[in-house]
């Protein structure tokens, strides 16, 4: 986090709907100005709630609620009118050649993965941007966000093979291509700007997979299902390499209530809390009250977020030293990832073209290989108290 140019500290809470991800966003946004940061709490859910739970209508551009704390709910349509003019120009000529007549930006926002890829840049810019020390995001459910939080990979695999071979084909073939047929070849522009737009997504993902940057937080409610959900958030944000840190679990009701409904309650969440604390060690499993009624206004938001870190610092990493990493002292070199709650049977491994595809449940990453490891064939892989390893060889050896 050192360097010339300044890089906030990157906050990601993400969780089950309705757990609490908003309220534990925002409450934290709001201790950390307290604590002399200047922070911005943002959002990468689409279906925005900052402002109800801020009390305030926010717009795309931050707006300090409170000394030191800015909001903002980024509106995508807006951002890629800004930033994607050429990119748009393109996509609609090669939609009209396709036989969509008419499309509009609004119409173009719908485009699987567009929403997602705007939220990132925003992040990206925010994190540079050098107006706040720390950028807290509130994402979407889960789902959702290992979307977002894979796309940078996925699209990065795509622009190398697909743009990196198109470029090339076009700048040959396009004049006699214009001549001969109608399909509308993207101008050098076009691609200029996709591969700026790469060159971004690319930074994007370095800094939010950089452990000494981002953290990544999982909200939960002290429910077995909920938990549940929550491992595989674990697993899905590791295998994408984000750094998680800390698990926060919302809603804790008193203890020691004289009403017999209420300790029940209250003794069944004890019993999850402290599975929580024996399955998520070595990171942080924060508490936060139960709260008599709605957390929003800043008021109630800011008390919030004094009772969630009363024993721990919100900016700093709860959990340091997990990364992707290369393992020589066995022989061959060992590719480690971290990915917890998952055994071997359930990774699936595959090599494409000198890249590795790493597969767990739904998802898959194609894993770009470290530099001393690309050109080597696998030699074994193993999943090992949360953490996958894979063994590589010289091609040909076993
Ligand atoms: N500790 C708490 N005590 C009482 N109410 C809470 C607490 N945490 C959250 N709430 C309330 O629960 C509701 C849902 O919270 P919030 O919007 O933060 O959840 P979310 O996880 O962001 O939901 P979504 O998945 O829809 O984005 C809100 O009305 C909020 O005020
Ligand atoms: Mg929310």
Redesign the pocket.
């Known amino acids: 986090m050192s360097g010339e140019q300044s890089v906030a500290r990157v906050l990601l809470f993400t969780g089950k709907g309705g757990v609490g991800?908003?309220t534990t966003a925002a409450a934290t946004a709001i201790e950390l100005s307290r604590r002399g940061h200047r922070v911005v709490v943002t959002s990468a859910?689409p279906?925005h709630?900052l402002s109800d739970a801020t009390g305030t209508a926010l717009g795309a551009e931050p707006l300090e609620v409170l000394p030191g704390c800015w909001a903002q709910e980024l509106n995508a349509l807006e951002r890629m009118e800004e930033s994607w003019g050429e990119v748009r120009t393109w996509l609609v000529e090669l939609f009209r050649w396709a036989g969509v007549a008419g499309l509009e930006a609004e119409e173009l926002a719908i485009l699987p993965g567009l929403e997602e890829l705007v939220a990132l840049m925003e992040i990206g810019r925010l994190v540079r941007g050098g107006d706040h020390d720390v950028v807290v995001v509130?994402c979407?459910p889960t789902a959702e966000t290992v979307r977002l939080l894979s796309m940078p990979d996925l699209l990065d695999w795509f622009f190398r093979r697909a743009f990196g071979m198109t470029r090339r084909v076009s700048r040959a073939v396009a004049p006699v291509l214009r001549t001969v047929s109608d399909v509308p070849v993207a101008p050098v522009e076009v691609f200029d700007a996709l591969e700026g737009l790469h060159a971004e997504l690319v930074d994007v993902r370095s800094l939010l997979t950089d452990p000494a940057v981002t953290s990544a937080r999982i909200v939960a409610t002290p429910e077995s299902m909920v938990l549940s959900e929550a491992r595989r958030t674990l697993t899905y944000l590791s295998l994408f390499g984000y750094h998680t840190d800390a698990v926060v679990l919302n809603r804790l009701l008193p203890t020691g209530s004289a009403d017999p409904f209420l300790q029940a309650m209250a003794t069944g969440q004890a019993r999850q809390v402290e599975l929580a604390d024996a399955e998520f060690a070595p990171m942080a499993v924060l508490r936060a009250p139960h709260a008599p009624g709605e957390v929003t206004g800043t008021d109630a938001l800011a008390a919030h977020g004094l009772a969630l870190w009363e024993d721990a610092d919100p900016a700093q990493d709860l959990c340091p030293g997990r990364a992707m990493a290369v393992d020589y002292t066995e022989g061959n070199p060992v590719l480690v990832l971290n990915l917890p709650n998952v055994e071997s049977h359930e990774v699936d491994l595959t090599a494409v073209d000198g890249d590795l595809a790493v597969a767990v449940g739904p998802y898959r990453r194609n894993l770009a290989l470290p530099a001393g490891l690309r050109g080597k064939q696998v030699r074994s892989a193993r999943v090992e108290r949360g953490e996958l390893r894979i063994e590589f060889c010289a091609l040909g050896a076993q």
């Open positions: 991800k908003t859910d279906a709630s509130d979407a």
